[in-house]
C-alpha cells in the first residue's frame, strides 16, 4: 500500500518562496500518477498541480502557472513542489496524492485514492 509523506510547509511572506517535498514508500513511484492539490479554510479542495504516467506530463491550475513547479526524483521516491512569488491566496493545507490512472488535466481529488496527511502553507507578512 502506498504510503505519502509531506513537508516543507510553514510561513512566509508575500513574494516567497517555499519547496513542498512528498516522500513514498512502499511502491515505485513511476507506477503513480502525482498531483499536489490545497485546501484553504472553507473552500473546497483544489488540484494545484498534476504528473501523469507514463511520460511525465505535468498540469497546472491557471492561478499557480508561472510561479509553481512539479518535479520528481524516482531514485529519492519523491515529488517536489517548488512555490516562488507566492501571494496571501496560496495559503492552503497542501496535500499529496496518487492515482494508478493516467492524467490529461488535474482532475477532482476523487480520481485520487491515496493521500498524504497535509503541510500548512501560509503565506502572511
Known amino acids: 500500500q502506498v504510503q505519502l509523506v509531506e513537508s516543507g510547509g510553514g510561513l512566509v511572506q508575500p513574494g516567497g518562496s517555499l519547496r513542498l517535498s512528498c516522500v513514498f514508500s512502499?511502491?515505485?513511484?513511476?507506477?503513480?500518477?502525482i498531483a499536489w492539490f490545497r485546501q484553504a479554510p472553507g473552500k473546497e479542495r483544489e488540484g494545484v498541480s498534476c504528473?501523469?504516467?507514463?511520460?511525465?506530463?505535468?498540469y497546472y491550475v491557471d492561478s499557480v502557472k508561472g510561479r509553481f513547479t512539479m518535479s520528481r526524483d524516482d531514485a529519492k521516491s519523491t515529488v517536489y513542489l517548488q512555490m516562488n512569488s507566492l501571494k496571501p491566496e496560496d495559503t492552503a493545507v497542501y496535500y499529496c496524492?496518487?492515482?494508478?490512472?493516467?492524467?490529461?488535466?488535474?482532475?477532482?481529488?476523487?480520481?485520487?485514492?491515496?493521500w498524504g496527511q497535509g503541510t500548512q502553507v501560509t503565506v502572511s507578512s
Open positions: 496524492a496518487a492515482t494508478k490512472r493516467r492524467l490529461f488535466s488535474c482532475p477532482s481529488s476523487s480520481y485520487f485514492g491515496s
Open positions: 504528473l501523469s504516467k507514463p511520460d511525465g506530463s505535468i
Open positions: 512502499g511502491v515505485t513511484l513511476n507506477y503513480y500518477s
